[in-house]
Structures are given as C-alpha cells and as structure tokens.
C-alpha cells in the first residue's frame, strides 16, 4: 500500500509576526523535502466544526473564529497569533487530520503524515496557546473512536515540548492512550509523571536538558513501547515534532535526525503488531529548518517504505 501526505496552501496563510519561530517558512521547508517522494498527495480539506466540538466547547471554536482580523496579526495570548487566513489554516489542519485517519481506516492507504499548520498539540479545552487553535490530534483520536467506532486509539508525542492540550482533551477518555516525551523542566511545566489520566491511559516521559539519542532509545524501550503494548491499541497517532533535534533554537535535547528515524521505525512496529500497520502522523514544532527538513524527510521515507512493504 500506500503513504499519504495531507497538506493544503491554506495553511501557508497562517501569517505571524516577524522573528516567530512557527511561522510560514516551517512548511515551505518540510513540503520542499518531500517533494519528489512516492506519497499519494492529498489536498487537506477543511476540517468541519463538529469534529472540533467533540473536544473544545462551541464558545472556543467561535473565540477563535472572532479573534481572525481583516489585516495584520493579532495575539491570543503571548505566543499564538492569527492572521487574515489564519481560521481557514487551522480547520485545514482539523481536516488533514481527520481525512487522514478516514484514508487509513478506510483501507486507501497504509498510513499518512498530515503536514498542516498551525500545530495543535498545546491547544486545551477552552484555551488556545503554544502556536496552537485547535487540538488537531485530539480531534482524530476522537473521531477515530466516535465514528469509526474504534475501541482503543493511541497517541504518542515526540515533540519536546509536553502535549498538555492533547492531553487535557484526552485524559478523560480511558479508550484513549496519550504519551508524551518531553525536555522537563520546560515550558509548559506540565507533563510530570504523576499525571497519569483517569485510568492511567497517560504516561509522561520527561526527559531532562542535554538527552541525547541513546537516552530517548532506553526510555522508550523501557516504558513507552512496552506501555503501547499493553494498550494494543487499533490505531496509532503521532505528534511529530522535531524540535528535540540538537539544531532546534527553542529547547535543550541532542537527538539526531536518526534517533527520530529509530523512533519512527519502533512506532511503525507497534502499528504493524497491533494496528495493522495503521498509523497517522502529524506535524507539530521543530524551528531550525534545516533540521526540521532532514528530519520530517527521514519520518516520511521510513513511513513509505513501511507502508509499501505490507
């Protein structure tokens, strides 16, 4: 079978201001790296606003929709921004996500990297941050369980930052499985390892400053794949950022561009023992773009040789 990617010029629109590290070239980088990969190539729909509903209020989605400005940018809070263009982008990435996990449950492809922005995995209930509108992620996991009927869904987050929003939006749901790895202390200061969900379906794994490819290795092989394995979950989503990389500007860890591919590989692993192979990518940080490119490539390429290998 086949790899899908999801991405649409929307989410180029998403403008913020000079000098923000998530901004327009973060995805202009990632599409140039894959440019010329055998991937089936899908323009990521618009997301639609009741597959939000399932995890944000209809008050937070109407927030957001009001605070979109006619010209310029505007802050929803320190680090969040939105732009002429900026709603559209965020329910790209909504739909991206969503269509992603239809393709793969669906049988149309083996799996997907949804290469949307902005990013969604800080996105809480009722509260936008951290770059992020909508909990992207979240909102496939749920639609995953609610439409498809799936009973067990897993996520796991790479990016070196904690997922507090997926895991506000989640942690309440014991058919759903969160875990995170992350550079601890650092913003946002959550993600500790006593938060462990209503039925210990989180697992945190925090990482401190400098922890290099040999560490995330030990630690996923000594709490992370053996958790999803207990969980058996009937699909995998990922967080996939980059920015644990040793380039990126904004955090402390030293992974390489091949310690992302070995976490690739084991993630593909759990999804072919348990999931039939089914697994859903999306993209979140990673701000050095060089790193970002290399990395999101390597992601991608083990993604397609996997998925063609079934």
Request: with cysteine; proline share 6%.
């Amino acid at each position: 079978m086949t790899t899908a990617l999801l991405t649409h010029p929307d989410c180029l629109k998403h403008v913020t201001p000079d000098g923000h590290p998530e901004r327009v070239a973060r995805l202009d980088a990632v599409l140039s790296a894959l440019e010329g990969k055998d991937l089936l190539r899908i323009e990521a729909p618009l997301g639609d606003e009741a597959h939000i509903e399932r995890v944000h209020p209809r008050a937070h989605i109407d927030h957001v929709k009001a605070s979109e400005p006619d010209a310029g940018q505007v802050p929803l809070d320190a680090d969040t921004w939105m732009s002429p263009g900026s709603y559209a982008a965020a329910l790209r990435g909504v739909g991206g996500a969503v269509r992603a996990v239809d393709m793969v449950l669906g049988g149309e492809v083996q799996n997907a990297f949804s290469a949307c922005r902005p990013p969604g995995h800080h996105a809480e209930t009722a509260k936008t941050m951290g770059f992020c509108l909508f909990g992207n992620v979240a909102i496939a996991a749920k639609h995953a369980l609610e439409h498809h009927g799936l009973s067990r869904v897993a996520v796991v987050d790479f990016d070196v930052h904690h997922g507090n929003g997926t895991q506000d939006l989640l942690e309440s749901d014991p058919r759903a499985l969160f875990i995170s790895s992350h550079q601890y202390p650092l913003w946002p200061g959550t993600g500790h390892p006593s938060e462990t969900g209503v039925d210990n379906n989180v697992l945190n794994v925090p990482l401190a400053p400098g922890t290099d490819g040999r560490q995330i290795r030990a630690e996923m092989e000594a709490k992370i794949l053996p958790r999803l394995a207990e969980f058996a979950p009937e699909l995998l989503l990922v967080s996939a950022g980059f920015d644990a990389h040793r380039a990126d500007p904004l955090a402390g860890l030293n992974w390489e561009t091949e310690d992302f591919a070995w976490i690739t590989e084991q993630l593909c692993d759990v999804a072919e023992a348990h999931c039939d192979g089914r697994l859903v990518s999306c993209l979140e940080g990673g701000y050095d773009l060089a790193a970002l490119a290399e990395a999101t490539a390597r992601h991608v390429d083990i993604l397609i040789a996997r998925g063609q290998a079934v």
